[in-house]
Each structure stands twice: as C-alpha cells, then as structure tokens.
C-alpha cells in the first residue's frame, strides 16, 4: 500500500467506501478475487473493456480499508449472477465459522468476519449498457427476493435497492415507484447516482447543476414518501447518493479510446484532471447534500484515487490533492452535525435549467459538542463581491471566526505532479463579529468555509 496515498486518504475522514462499486461489478465473480494469487484467473471486465487480474479481492480491500479508516460498503452482482451468489458472498464476509463460505475465508487468512453492515443490491439496473439490464418489475423482485434472503441470514443488515442512474433516464421516476412498491419493506436505502457536466463551457449553467441534483432528490423523497403512505408503513427508506461527481474533461476521449484497445490490463482511464471552477461546483454539491440531509443520509464521491478522483498519483512517484479535494474534505471534516435551515436573501440568477438561482450558494452545520457553527458558501457571481451577514444570534454570541478560502483568478487553474500547490485553501482575516452574528466578505467565484466558536 502506498503510505502517501494512505495519509491522503485518512485526512478526508470517509466513513464508507463502496466495493467493488460501478458497472464492473454487474460481471463480477468475487470468488475470483479470493486464494492464492497465483491461481487467481484473469477474466475480461465487460464494462470497461479491460483484463481483470484480480489481484485485489475482499481480503486486499478489507486491509485497505482498515488502513485507510473507512468502513465497507459491499456491492453484490444481481446483472450476470443474483440472489444464490450474493448470500454466498454475504456468508464469506459476514458468518463467524461452521459453515462451507466463512470456513473458507478462514482457511485463506481471514479467521474473524467482517461483520460489514452496508450492502448494495447491484447496480445501476436501469441502464441498458449495464450487464444483465433488467426492466423495473424484473430488478424489484430478484432485489426483494434477495433482500430477504440477506435478512434472514441477519436482519440488522443495512440494503440498499437500485434507483435511477440519472435524472434523464426515460424510466424516471416510475422505476423508483415501481422497485420500491415492490422492495420497501426489505431495504433501507434507494441509490441515486448523478455526474456533473461543462461540455458548452458555460460556468454560470455549470454552477446552477446542483439546482436540477435538488430536484433530483426532492422528487425520490416524494416517491418515497408515496409508497411509504400506499403501503401503511411506519419505516423510512432514506436516499444512498452512491456515485456523484464532475465528470467529463476526459470522458468523450476516453470512450473513444475504448473503443479501439484491446483489453489492456489497468490502462489509464477516466482519470480527469480538475480546475478551479470544479472546486465550486463540488462545493455546491456537498451544501446540496448538507441541506438534503434529511433524506440523503449517504453520498459517496466516484471515485477516490486517479479514476475520476480527488486524489491523484504518478507511477512510483507523487501523490498529490486535485483541487476537488478541499471541499470535500472540508465539508467530511467539518460538516458533522445537525444541518441548519438557512433563510437566503440574495441577488439571483437565471439559468437554463432552473430560473431564480442564488448567487450565493451556503449550507450551515451546528456542531453542539464542539460549540461551532460552520457555513460552506460559494460565490457564484463571477464579477462581484458579497458580503455576507450570518445572524446567529440563536445559538448566542459568537466568540471567533475563522474564514478559510480557495480562490484562483483563472478557473481553469489545476493542480498537477509540477505544480500542485496552484489551487490551495488560505485563512484570510476581515470576518468581524457583531451582536448578531458575523460578517464576512467573499470574492467573485470562491469557496468559503467560515467556522464560528460559540
């Protein structure tokens, strides 16, 4: 394992990690991935056109998540296999000893189990490009079916049924209607997964995005809430936003690229190289999950390192932070909490996909155990200051502020191997402290992090 990577990944605080996560594991054998290395075989990854060596398995990512300080998050594969493989997979990681599965895992090094609580039930199965696409009545049955043979094997396990892979799939929102009148006494997750795009090279429509991501969740959450009344139930089912990030500097390039090679083995791929702009739009994301956090209670960034990442590394050299790293890790470090229910009063903004969007874009945390209120705010005006009053008198008067920014006058800054400092967060003074609250001035398109000690 590579120590700098390691540290890099223990700064961001993640308490999940998906695996084996995205359309590779609708063709997975995990049995492959388990044994001797030298006996493992290699088998073709249909979702990417490449040689698997399967040299990383269960136990290599176990040690890599225990390393790291992250929790499991396991995907089972319900496109080429279903319901016979995933309890099998289940009882390998999961059951003690005595029975065929956990003795195996013993004999290959691994006495105790997992115990890992987070299970998905396949993956994106609305999509046709997905290995074993099945229609919504055909994945809502095998999923509960499966759901119910995970729970009787152990009931407090935690299952996560498949959504919609994005907003404009043509099955939305009936597929969620559909899976979840079907499963919703057996899961406790629906997964959403939705990917940021800035092909035109529009910042003011790229940074609106995240008002189409809100809809997005506030219409599962009504469908949600719909099955929850048709059915009588007492249960929720909350959102697992399980794949999200920017994605497409290298996408178009890369399917292209697909095309043509012939199964090579770990090629370089997706790996997007991230600006200045894409700090904004992150960090719009994550206020969009703060303040969704009602019905989204998991949203795992895709992915962690080099592919699509916030993290990325040379071949035996550097490890370095992309700039998408920051807000993330600010928002995993310091938005722990109960979310506030922020009221706005800005100029705003209208956008192709959505009129009247705020050019400030913030979400606020209240952490009672360390006597902070912290606020995630993103300029999204390109030409303008703010300043922005923050009336807190509620939680009493504040004591500090700390005001902490990322801002680069070229939004197509990067951080590379050469230079990968270029983007970077600064403490900044100017906050002042009133009666009231705090006042704080943010540049044209910034990030923000303002931390107030009460």
């Known amino acids: 394992m590579r120590q700098d990577v390691l540290e890099l990944v223990r700064a961001l605080d993640t308490p999940v990690c998906r695996y084996p996560g995205g359309n590779f594991v609708s063709a997975y054998n995990w049995e492959d991935g ?71 895992r013993r004999k290959n090094g691994q006495a105790d189990p997992w115990n890992v609580k987070l299970w998905c039930l396949g993956n994106e199965m609305d999509g046709p490009w997905q290995v074993g696409h099945k229609t919504a009545v055909e994945y809502g049955h095998l999923a509960n079916e499966t759901a119910k043979a995970l729970r009787a094997f152990d009931d407090s396990l935690e ?19 559909t899976v979840l009148e079907e499963t919703y006494d057996q899961v406790d997750y629906i ?35 719909y099955v929850k009344a048709k ?4 249960k929720n089912v909350r959102i697992s936003f399980d794949e999200w990030n920017v994605w497409y500097h290298e996408r178009r390039s890369d399917a292209k690229r697909m095309k043509e090679w012939d199964w090579p083995h770990a090629p370089v791929l997706l790996e997007d190289i991230y ?14 999950f703060i303040r969704r956090s ?14 699509i990442a916030p993290i990325m590394t040379a071949p035996g050299g550097a490890a370095w932070r992309q700039t998408i790293y920051f807000p993330f890790q600010f928002a995993s470090n310091y938005g722990r909490g109960t979310a506030l229910r922020l009221d706005v009063d800005c100029a705003r903004y209208d956008a192709d996909i959505a009129a009247g969007v705020s050019y400030l874009d913030i979400a606020g945390v209240h952490d009672g155990d360390a006597g902070t209120l912290t606020f995630f705010a993103i300029n999204r005006h390109g030409e303008e200051a703010m300043t922005i009053d923050l009336s ?14 990322i801002k680069h006058d070229d939004l197509e800054a990067r951080n590379t191997k050469d230079a990968p400092d270029t983007v970077a967060p600064m403490k900044v003074e100017g906050a002042t402290i009133s009666s009231n609250g705090v006042q704080v001035t943010v540049p044209p398109y910034s990030y923000s992090m303002i931390r107030i000690t009460l």
């Open 34 to 104: 388990i044994g001797p290395k030298s006996e493992r075989p290699t088998r073709l990854d249909l979702a990417w056109r490449t040689s698997e060596s399967n040299q990383v398995g269960i136990h290599e990512f176990a040690g890599w998540a225990k390393a790291a300080g992250t929790e499991m998050m396991l995907a089972v594969n319900l496109g080429s296999r279903g319901l016979d493989d995933a309890r099998n997979f289940v009882e390998y990681v999961n059951h003690p000893g005595g029975s065929y599965w956990s003795d195996l």
């Open 159 to 177: 299952l996560v049924v498949c959504g919609s892979s994005h907003s404009d799939m043509p099955t939305y929102p009936q597929w969620e209607a």
């Open 191 to 225: 997964s959403l997964h939705m990917y940021f795009e800035n092909y035109e090279k529009k910042t003011s429509e790229f940074l609106a995005l995240p008002e189409k991501l809100d809809r997005y969740i506030g219409t599962v959450g009504g469908v949600i809430d």
């Open 231 to 234: 059915k009588r139930s007492k």
């Open 275 to 288: 600006n200045f702009e894409d700090v904004l739009q992150v960090g719009c994301i994550l206020n969009t």
């Open 294 to 307: 009602d019905v989204v209670r998991i949203a795992c960034i895709a992915q962690l390192v080099n592919v």
């Open 392 to 405: 807190v008198e509620g939680f009493g008067k504040a004591r500090s502020v700390e005001h902490t920014l």
